[in-house]
């Protein structure tokens, strides 16, 4: 299995602009988490996943954020319209429940807002 | 709330042992978790311990937990330079099923 892929590894965008970022989770989990990484607040937890419908979005800061799952193998996060202080790193992970194989998380979208 | 908190960073020598500290405040956490993230990468799971457990090795980690006081270590035996890193605990509150919640992550320098 290739893992949790994540696309793009970079964007780099306009204020303004709209940002989608895409997830692949490993085939098989049905739980897909989305999350943020700043330095300032360290991993939040934006969004996920059960069997392809959102259980939790009380993470997602504001209504500019988005996601969807219309499916088992694919999920996505939209920002639109986007901000500088939405500049952060974007992980998304997969599960096959909890327990002992905890997430496994992609590498992530490294987005920058100018 | 659910809080996890770390020290922001440990230096060590190479070739000594490094014990990174965490603390939690869900008592109902059933699995402890240690990831480990380098530079421009993803969080890599480590290893993790189940609540009901004291103590769990597996070669060079050690993981220690005291339920009683909320606090978990990860002690890396003969610390190398491969192991710098950001070193992030975290517990699975609500059982797991709401999520990971992480801390903010150990930065972990090893000094030659």
């Known amino acids: 299995d290739a893992g949790v892929i994540q696309s793009p590894r970079h964007e780099v965008t306009e204020m303004g602009q709209e940002v989608t970022l895409r997830c692949k989770p490993i085939?098989?989990?049905?739980?897909l988490f989305w999350y943020r990484q700043t330095m300032m607040r360290g991993l939040e937890l934006l969004i996920y996943?059960?069997?392809?419908?959102?259980?939790?979005d009380s993470g997602m800061p504001e209504d500019r954020f988005s996601a969807k799952m219309p499916n088992a193998s694919f999920s996505t996060l939209k920002i639109q319209p986007s901000e500088p202080r939405d500049s952060a790193v974007y992980f998304c992970?997969?599960?096959?429940?909890?327990?002992?194989?905890?997430?496994?998380f992609g590498s992530g979208t490294r987005l920058t807002v100018v | 709330g659910e809080d996890v908190e770390q020290s922001l960073f440990l230096s060590v020598r190479e070739g000594d042992s490094s014990v990174i500290n965490c603390t939690y405040t869900?008592?109902?956490?059933?699995?402890l978790y240690w990831y480990k993230q380098e530079p421009g990468a993803g969080l890599q799971l480590l290893t993790y311990?189940?609540?009901?457990?004291d103590m769990k090795q597996d070669q060079r980690l050690t993981v220690l937990l005291n339920k009683k006081d909320k606090h978990l270590s990860l002690r890396i035996a003969d610390t190398q330079t491969g192991d710098s890193a950001i070193y992030f605990c975290?517990?699975?509150?609500?059982?797991?099923?709401?999520?990971?919640?992480f801390g903010k992550g150990t930065h972990l320098i090893i000094q030659p």
């Open positions: 311990i189940f609540s009901n457990m």
């Open positions: 992970a997969s599960s096959s429940g909890p327990g002992i194989y905890g997430y496994t």
């Open positions: 085939s098989g989990h049905n739980s």
């Open positions: 996943f059960n069997n392809n419908v959102p259980i939790d």
């Open positions: 975290a517990e699975d509150s609500g059982g797991g099923a709401d999520g990971l919640t």
């Open positions: 869900d008592s109902s956490s059933t699995y």
